[in-house]
């Protein structure tokens, strides 16, 4: 994800995602900088509301089904399914 400072602040408040951004100085100094932030997947419905989200420790079939179950829910509540 890309953005401003301010835009980035404020998605990340607005999930709930911990950022920590080096000093101007330090940016100043060196182009490439780390960026220390929480680790998240997110899933985004079409209306581009959150729906879920996943940590880095779930496995990819457990991540795999819970999204095809948020699709399901999704597209009945939409009357598609």
Not at 6 to 29: C, F, N, Q, T
Not at 75 to 80: F, N, S
Request: hydrophobic fraction near 35%.
């Amino acid at each position: 994800m890309t953005g401003t400072e301010e835009e980035l602040k404020g998605i990340a408040k607005a999930y709930g995602v911990y950022i920590k951004l080096p000093s101007d100085e330090e940016r100043a100094k060196d182009k490439e900088y780390i960026v220390d932030h929480s680790i998240f997947t997110f899933l985004v419905n079409p209306e581009g509301k959150l729906a879920d989200y996943y940590s880095h420790d779930m496995t990819p079939n457990a991540v795999a089904k819970s999204m095809a179950r948020k699709i399901i829910q999704w597209k009945k509540a939409q009357g598609q399914a």
